[in-house]
């Protein structure tokens, strides 16, 4: 793959790169498009990267199409899926992490303490071997493309970062993975995640403050038939603290909501 990529940049050819677990969905599909208008070589990852899950999380059962992976990139059309295995990326003999300090420990780090260090890590493998000039990167993980866009400019990174809007189900529900772990009717009721989040901007555009804002979004989480919060928390885009008045512009709020044992993460950025 670098090999590739480096005789690619030879001939001056401009390189974008979208890293994804793979078991492709829109979200993905519509970041696939976005690196696909910003560059001449269109390198998607499909990796299930063991590092960022935690040992009691979902690595084993997270799903996997690649088949059907590979149909879907070529409707894009993708130039080279870049599918390593895990022997590939992680040796026995690796030793070497990067984390970006302290981000990686609030929100959803508080409940998965070694997960951004494995995004990050993977990250920064797979801009050294993909050698890309652009990466797009979904909004959906809002702490994930924060943390990565301060790591590219922490190390200096000659690496141009895009952020892609969240792609939805019908029903308001973000679209992931791991949505197919739900049932239908925790499906459905899952999607009183992002109705909640757009009363939560029409309450601050009407003047609310957080604490208003926040009481409401814990109760109305707390009146469905099966969505557990486990955070909800407003931060600064910039600096990831928490923040005691929403500063427009700057305000980031994240959540994310068991339903059983799914766990899913949506945010609005204010
Ligand atoms: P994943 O395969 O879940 O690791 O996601 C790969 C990339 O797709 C990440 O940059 C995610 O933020 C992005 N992504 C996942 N779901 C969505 C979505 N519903 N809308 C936009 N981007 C998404």
New binding site residues.
Partial sequence: MQKAALAEKKKGRRIAL?????FFHE??L??MREARRRADILVVSNFVNPTQFGPKEDLARYPRDFKRDCKLAEQIPVDIMFAPRNEDMYPTSFRTFVEVEGWGKVLCGMTRPTHFRGVTTIVLKLFNIVQPDVAV?????AQ??LILRRMVEDLNLPVEMVG?????EKNGL????RNKYLTNEEFEDASVINKTLKKAFVLIKEGADIDAVRHFIIKSISQTKYGKLDYVDFVSRSTLEPLEQIKKGDTLIALAVFFGKTRLIDNLRV
């Avoid at 990167?137 to 993980?141: A, C, E, L, S």
């Avoid at 973000?174 to 993975?177: E, G, I, T, V, W």
């Fill in positions: 979208v890293p994804t677990m793979g979200g993905h519509s970041l990167f979904g909004w959906k993980d994930q493309f892609g809007e969240i792609v939805r973000a679209m992931s993975s």
